[in-house]
T-cell receptor, first 117, second 116 residues
Framework: GESVGLHLPTLSVQEGDNSIINCAYS??????FIWYKQESGKGPQFIID?????DKRQGQRVTVLLNKTVKHLSLQIAATQPGDSAVYFC????????????????FGQGTILTVHP | NAGVTQTPKFRVLKTGQSMTLLCAQD?????MYWYRQDPGMGLRLIHY???????AKGEVPDGYNVSRLKKQNFLLGLESAAPSQTSVYFC???????????????FGPGTRLLVL
C-alpha cells in the first residue's frame, strides 16, 4: 500500500534556487515557533526560531517569516544546496499555566525538500 | 559536548517483552522529553521531566513509564511491548533561561524500535 510518508507535502528545487517552505499553525496563543531540519535516519536539528513579537528573523541563508493574522509561518532558504535535502518541521509552543510551557511543542508533519544538482 | 545521546540505536522486541531506552545529555539541561515519531503523525510527546526526580505525562503516555533519577539521564520503559509501539523514539532536552521561557529542545539521534 501507499506509504503514509508520501502524504507529506513535497518541494523539489534546483541547486542554487531559493526555497520557501510553508507551515500553518493552529493556536493563536502560541508565542514561540521553531523550524527543525531532519535528515534521513537522524534526529531533528534546530534551524531557526522566532518569537511571536517578531515577524521576521534571519539566520545564515535562512529567514523565517511569521504572519500572526493568518497563523502562517514560512522558512526561506537562499541558494539551496543538495545538503539541504531533508524533511523540515515547524513547531509551535503555547504558554502553559503561570507563563511556562516547559518546552512542550506541537509539531507539524513536515515538508520534504529535495534539491536536485 | 556529545549533546543528547540515546541507546540503543535499534531494537527488535516480541510482543509482551519489556525494555528500557536510555537517554543522556551533557548540557546540564533541566528539562528532558521523550517523543515518538510515526509516519504522517509528526512528533508526539510521551512523557517529560522538568527536573531530577520529577516526571509528567505528555500527549501519548499509555504503555510507557519514565524515570529521572539523575539530572543528565531520562529513561523510557516499555513494560509489555505491543506492535502499536513500533516507532522511532527521540529524546530531547532543553534549558530554562533567565525569565519564564524554556528554550529550544535539542534532540538525540533516535532509537528505532520494532515490536513483532
Amino acid at each position: 500500500g501507499e506509504s503514509v510518508g508520501l502524504h507529506l507535502p513535497t518541494l523539489s528545487v534546483q541547486e542554487g534556487d531559493n526555497s520557501i517552505i510553508n507551515c500553518a499553525y493552529s493556536n493563536s496563543a502560541s508565542d514561540y515557533f521553531i523550524w527543525y531540519k531532519q535528515e534521513s535516519g537522524k534526529g531533528p536539528q534546530f534551524i531557526i526560531d522566532i518569537r511571536s513579537n517578531m515577524d521576521k528573523r534571519q539566520g545564515q541563508r535562512v529567514t523565517v517569516l511569521l504572519n500572526k493574522t493568518v497563523k502562517h509561518l514560512s522558512l526561506q532558504i537562499a541558494a539551496t544546496q543538495p545538503g539541504d535535502s531533508a524533511v523540515y518541521f515547524c513547531a509551535e509552543r503555547s504558554q502553559g499555566a503561570g507563563g511556562t510551557s516547559y518546552g512542550k511543542l506541537t509539531f507539524g508533519q513536515g515538508t520534504i525538500l529535495t534539491v536536485h544538482p | 559536548n556529545a549533546g543528547v545521546t540515546q541507546t540503543p540505536k535499534f531494537r527488535v522486541l516480541k510482543t509482551g517483552q519489556s525494555m528500557t531506552l536510555l537517554c543522556a545529555q551533557d548540557m546540564n539541561h533541566e528539562y528532558m522529553y521523550w517523543y515518538r515519531q510515526d509516519p504522517g503523525m509528526g512528533l508526539r510527546l510521551i512523557h517529560y521531566s522538568v527536573g531530577e526526580g520529577t516526571t509528567a505525562k505528555g500527549e501519548v503516555p499509555d504503555g510507557y513509564n519514565v524515570s529521572r533519577l539523575k539530572k543528565q539521564n531520562f529513561l523510557l520503559g516499555l513494560e509489555s511491548a505491543a506492535p502499536s509501539q513500533t516507532s522511532v523514539y527521540f529524546c530531547a532536552s532543553s534549558s530554562r533561561t533567565s525569565g519564564r521561557s524554556v528554550e529550544t529542545p535539542y534532540f538525540g539521534p533516535g532509537t528505532r524500535l520494532l515490536v513483532l
